[in-house]
């Protein structure tokens, strides 16, 4: 089950949607609507995999069948 009631704050965390809204939009008293950001946690299988993908430690391309 996903959590999307958690607030997130991203501002100062260099995100280019939060941190840079006077630089792209000329003010900073905006909410950005990105529709390929978002500002939810990632779910726990993903989180999971990706830290199972790491801790192989070779990043080299792959190839799967």
């Known amino acids: 089950m996903y959590d999307f009631d958690e607030e997130i704050n991203r501002k100062d965390t260099n995100s280019t949607k939060w941190d840079n809204c006077k630089e792209v939009f000329g003010r900073d008293d905006i909410i950005p609507m990105w529709v ?6 990632a779910p726990k299988e993903v989180i999971e ?3 199972k993908r790491a801790d192989h430690g070779v990043f080299g391309y792959t190839y799967k069948r």
């Not at 390929?36 to 946690?41: G, H, Q, V």
Request: net charge neutral; glycine share 0%.
């Open 49 to 51: 995999s990706i830290k």
């Open 36 to 41: 390929a950001d978002t500002d939810f946690k």
